[in-house]
Nanobody, 122 residues
Framework: QVQLVESGGGLVQAGGSLRLSCSTS????????MGWFRQAPGKERIFVAA????????TYGDSVRGRATISMNNAQNTVYLQMSSLKPEDTAVYYC???????????????WGQGTQVTVSS
């Protein structure tokens, strides 16, 4: 198993940037696909980005492509999501997740953090 704890959320103005962190413990995340999802109030949880814990492959959701970068630091067992040019519609709870294979559905990921709130003001 792997445990996930997100941090780095907060209030930011439109056009600003934010870096979210996902600290992992337990099994090494090199065994997993690490993903970020977000969920706005009253809406479904949607895919933001993912990377392979064992290699350089990354993929992004349409809503953030070109504005987000997912990365990892193996030494610190941490996965990051850097977001720029933030928009009010990026406001959501952002979740870190771990799964055994790439997928764009929350159902592809077995392990989840508690989430961190990102609020973008206009």
């Amino acid at each position: 198993q792997v445990q996930l704890v997100e941090s780095g959320g907060g209030l930011v103005q439109a056009g600003g940037s934010l870096r979210l962190s996902c600290s992992t413990s337990g099994r090494s995340f090199s065994r997993y696909v690490m993903g970020w999802f977000r969920q706005a109030p009253g809406k479904e949880r949607i895919f933001v980005a993912a990377l392979s814990g064992s290699g350089p492959y990354t993929t992004y959701g349409d809503s953030v492509r070109g504005r987000a970068t997912i990365s990892m630091n193996n030494a610190q067992n941490t996965v990051y999501l850097q977001m720029s040019s933030l928009k009010p519609e990026d406001t959501a709870v952002y979740y870190c997740a771990a799964g055994v294979a790439f997928g764009y559905s929350p159902e592809n990921y077995a392990y989840w953090g508690q989430g961190t709130q990102v609020t973008v003001s206009s």
